[in-house]
């Protein structure tokens, strides 16, 4: 006679071992998601994977010559697209995380403290915009995964290369607001590292730092004024976030004792 073995119950997962691993694991993944996203987007902005096409008026006549532009930019984003479609996948992979790791936070801390609960909301907020307009922007790549854009009729070229044109203006205050409120954020992440001794005072520091250089993103995507925001996204994406981020991630990772409350 056979007999069915009856289940044996295990031992529920300790939840605050379980946040601890969760934050690290989320902590590295944006960490790494963010400096591979802004190498990419760098390339492209730099130049370093070849340049657009600049506007030059002809003999043709302006529709013709708008035209002949917006095909020779579309040229030259279907070369570069695998580099549009991968930034932005890896970036809102980075967002996600940094929400996770908010979490992880506030599970650390306390729910009671109002910082804590500051940071998951503005994270979760300006993630969201951020995520959304990394989203948009990926959407013109539909177009640009298509060659051989015919120059005539004019006014089909002229009209497919403005429909681009929006897609991208779309971006612009979506992408500002949500880095402006990650901004907030981060300075609530840095008044819970003066309030908590298991955050090193030098994380508290990153996080304001971070927090500048994303307010400056955002200023300067909307002036617009490309260099600075190069300049800033590099100093944020490649540098200051990444170290953050797996920073944050170790110290999450690390045994909680009663001390480190």
């Known amino acids: 006679m056979r007999t069915t073995p009856l289940p044996i119950d295990t031992?529920?997962?300790d939840p605050a071992r379980a946040w601890s691993q969760t934050g690290r694991a989320a902590g590295y993944i944006a960490g790494s998601a963010l400096l591979a996203g802004t190498v990419l987007?760098?390339?492209d902005a730099t130049g370093l994977l070849g340049t657009g096409p600049v506007y030059r008026s002809t003999g043709a006549g302006p529709l013709m010559d708008q035209a002949t532009f917006y095909v020779a930019w579309f040229g030259h984003q279907h070369q570069i697209v695998w580099d549009i479609i991968a930034r932005d996948t890896i970036l809102p992979v980075a967002y996600?995380?940094?929400i996770i790791t908010a979490l992880a936070v506030r599970d650390r801390t306390g729910p009671r403290h109002p910082e804590s609960q500051f940071l998951v909301t503005f994270f979760i907020v300006g993630g969201t915009f951020s995520i959304l307009a990394?989203?948009?922007?990926?959407?013109?790549a539909e177009y640009w995964r298509q060659t051989g854009w015919p120059v005539r009729p004019a006014e089909s070229a002229i009209a497919v290369g403005q429909t681009v044109d929006g897609i991208q203006t779309l971006t612009a205050w979506p992408e500002a607001f949500g880095f402006a409120v990650l901004a907030c954020g981060?300075?609530?992440l840095g008044r819970l590292c003066r309030e908590h001794l298991m955050f090193p005072a030098a994380l508290g520091i990153l996080a304001y730092l971070e927090a500048s250089l994303l307010l400056g993103i955002a200023v300067t995507g909307l002036i617009p004024f490309d260099a600075g925001y190069n300049w800033l996204s590099l100093a944020a994406g490649a540098v200051v976030g990444p170290v953050l981020s797996i920073c944050l991630g170790t110290?999450?990772?690390r045994p909680q004792t009663p001390a480190a409350t």
Do not use: H, K, M, Y
């Not at 990394?134 to 013109?140: E, G, H, N, Q």
């Open 11 to 13: 031992a529920p997962r």
């Open 41 to 43: 987007f760098l390339l």
């Open 96 to 98: 996600l995380a940094l």
């Open 134 to 140: 990394d989203l948009t922007f990926l959407a013109a």
């Open 186 to 188: 981060l300075i609530a």
């Open 251 to 253: 110290t999450l990772g």
